[in-house]
């Protein structure tokens, strides 16, 4: 079961042109591409006869043509031809939805067409900075998004899983946590005072000593996430506030467009945006190449979770783990989990309890630690 109502990454706008782009978002087969004036369409991709994918078929000018009897559609669903009948009954036709293009994503509206409110788009406006460089990757995995977003609200797994690159120790053994509640929305803030730099920190901060290093991982519903990280020389101290615009001496920003598939399939596209100041050519190179290679690192995990899951009778889904213990670190993950549970639990009733999730039990227990805070603004 997935959230509908809401803007869902549906890819990069480079990757849309006049050639059909076919993909499923949230077990709904999707076909895109763009008019001849540029503007980015996404239909249902099942025709309306014999249900064949559109996607098989050809564009004429705007027009998108079934491969196999020919009935004609416009951009907006509508079937406007049928071969051998002088016109199509009126309400035949298949499914638009709304897309937009936006701070260097494509976002589909998976939810009623009449609520797409593009005022609902992530605040990603951080990627159109000029100023800034991008670096982008996508991956379709299969796994449930779920993994997705637990790994990027702990990122204790930093310190084992990339420990070649942005990974330390102190990441999961000594940094200070907390975890802010914001209605609908989660932050988990990591700070390091006076820590030895992780070798990327070291390698492109120009590091010798130690360093104050903070990190935060901001999730939103339904699947949105963006992560700050920032450093500086140790004594600098750790910047105020619940989301970092500071990167101090040396940082970057990651944003996630993280979109379901299946309940075991799901598209993930990732921009890592940063100062290239940090180096010569090669120096970015360098950076752009360990940017894939922690993502790739990830990645390679979560259909391995998904399998082992799967292997598992007695386990139901990503969604609901049957993990026997809840670590420290999990608390970030965990409340995100209740708040997709209670926009879930609306979504089914069909109504809206104000905060959604708020107080709402989960069962799960999270190991108390005088280094983890939760606060709820
Ligand atoms: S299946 Fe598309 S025209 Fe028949
Ligand atoms: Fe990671």
């Given at each position: 079961m997935f959230l509908k109502g809401h803007w869902y990454a549906?890819?990069?706008?480079?990757?849309?042109?006049?050639e059909f782009l076919a993909r499923t978002f949230l077990n709904q087969a999707v076909v895109m591409f763009r008019t001849e004036n540029g503007t980015p369409v996404a239909l249902e991709?099942?025709?309306?006869?014999?249900?064949?994918?559109?996607?098989?078929g050809r564009l004429i000018g705007d027009t998108v043509e079934c491969s196999y009897h020919g009935l004609q559609y416009d951009c907006s669903g509508k079937c406007t031809r049928i071969p051998?009948?002088?016109?199509?009954?009126?309400?035949v036709g298949v499914r638009a939805y709304p897309i937009v293009e936006k701070h260097r994503f494509l976002w589909i509206w998976m939810g009623d067409p009449e609520k797409?409110?593009?005022?609902?788009?992530?605040?990603?406006?951080m990627l159109d900075r000029t100023g800034l460089q991008v670096s982008n990757i996508q991956f379709h995995m299969d796994a449930h998004v779920q993994f997705v977003i637990d790994n990027l609200l702990d990122l204790s797994h930093l310190a084992y899983v990339h420990g070649t690159t942005t990974g330390s120790p102190e990441i999961s053994e000594t940094a200070d946590v907390k975890i802010v509640r914001d209605g609908d929305s989660v932050r988990v803030l990591r700070w390091m005072e006076n820590v030895p730099p992780a070798p990327a920190f070291r390698q492109f901060?120009?590091?010798e000593g130690n360093i104050d290093s903070w990190q935060v991982s901001e999730f939103r519903p339904p699947t949105y996430v963006r992560v700050s990280y920032g450093s500086a020389p140790a004594g600098h101290g750790i910047p105020e506030g619940?989301?970092?615009e500071d990167q101090g001496h040396w940082g970057f920003y990651v944003y996630h467009g993280l979109t379901p598939e299946t309940e075991k399939r799901c598209h993930q596209y990732r921009y890592v945006a940063f100062?290239?100041?940090?180096?010569d050519a090669r120096t970015i190179a360098e950076f752009r190449f360990q940017c894939d290679q922690i993502i790739i690192e990830d990645s390679v995990l979560f259909p391995i979770q998904q399998e082992s899951i799967d292997r598992d009778p007695a386990e139901t889904s990503a969604r609901d783990i049957n993990t026997q213990v809840e670590i420290v670190h999990d608390g970030g993950l965990s409340a995100a989990r209740q708040i997709i549970d209670g926009l879930l639990a609306e979504q089914e009733n069909g109504r809206r309890n104000?905060?959604?999730?708020?107080?709402?039990?989960?069962g799960r227990k999270t190991g108390k630690s005088a280094r983890v805070r939760v606060v709820a603004n």
């Open positions: 549906a890819g990069f706008p480079h990757e849309l042109g006049r991709d099942r025709c309306a006869h014999r249900r064949v994918p559109l996607s098989l051998g009948q002088k016109r199509p009954p009126p309400k797409a409110d593009e005022a609902l788009i992530p605040d990603y406006s901060g120009g590091y619940d989301w970092y100062d290239p100041g940090m180096g104000g905060v959604a999730g708020a107080g709402k039990k989960t």
